[in-house]
């Protein structure tokens, strides 16, 4: 190890020392050297590794994230998954299509048993559904049927319900009373035929009875005579409404009356004709016994006879054409509908009888 020194004092004068050193000394030193370069070194490229550490926290934190966002979104999607099934069925349902089934989870959770509950509810409105169409099948059957039936019967038919208002009328009830079926549904029968406002009032104040009687209307300067038959429904104790049916007798209380006329004018016919044959035959037995005796004016005698025989012949004829009149009027032959003919027979009888209960077998 050596020193210069430079001397005070005048000129130029240096003092120079020199020292023999251990080299294990000069070892250390270099030692020391190298460690300050390396510690410089490290000290310069500390910041790059802070970095690079720094880099490497967040890839490993962005990782963590997208690890923990891939979990969160694969539970996620293990539990919306069965939510959406679930609704995309009920839209399906709420469309009418019943014929969806949401796959069931093996899971024995929250979910899976709602998924369950869902099936068996989509299942039994199936099922449901099924059975009320086949029944409004069997009702819309049995409709087509009673319509079919009232419209081919003769008489009149009106459904009325609880109050008194139509509700169905049949082609023959429109027919009979003249009215449009659309006009009068929903009005009161006693404001379409006021003619049956006395049965009405009583049907109302005994509803457990049949109300019958016989009116009389008028429509468009045609008279008619309608046998009227009202009769309550009751469901689970209760009215519900009525049923009203009417039958034109117009022709029946014709036939009726001109039967009645018949006979009378049969025993009158009879009563006047009974003395005609013997006051013919008198007046014969006179013209024979006692022309020839009569000598004053047997002509005036003889035309006296003859003209009672004449006119007993007269009213004789004329007996004969009056009482022509209680006679079956001569037939008049053409094709008929026998099973018609036989309906209406028999509703007319059940309109007059309503005790008996009649069977149709035809």
Known sequence: VRALVKLRGPGDAFLYVGRAVDPRVIAHVEENRR?????????????????TFVMTFIVVALLLLLAAVWLGLAFANRLVAPIGSLISAADQVRGGSLNVKVPELRD???IGSLIRSFNRMVQQLDVQRGELVEANRQLDLRRRFTEAVLAGVSSGVVGLDAEGAITLPNHSATVLLDAD???????????VVPEMGGLLNEIHSRPERTVEGQINIERDGVQRSLLVRIGAQH??????GYVTTFDDVTELVSAQRAAAWSEIARRIAHEIKNPLTPIQLSAERLKRKYLLEIDSDPATFRNCVDTIIRHVVDIGRMVD??????RMPAPDFKSENLVAITRQAIVSERLVHGDIHYVEDL
């Open 35 to 51: 460690a300050v370069a390396e510690y410089e070194k490290a000290e310069d490229e500390r910041s790059f590794i802070q970095v």
């Open 235 to 240: 469901a689970e104790g209760r009215k519900i």
């Open 108 to 110: 024995d959770d929250e």
């Open 321 to 326: 054409e009056f009482s022509s009149f209680a």
């Open 181 to 191: 079926r659309d006009a009068i549904v929903g009005r009161l029968l006693a404001e």
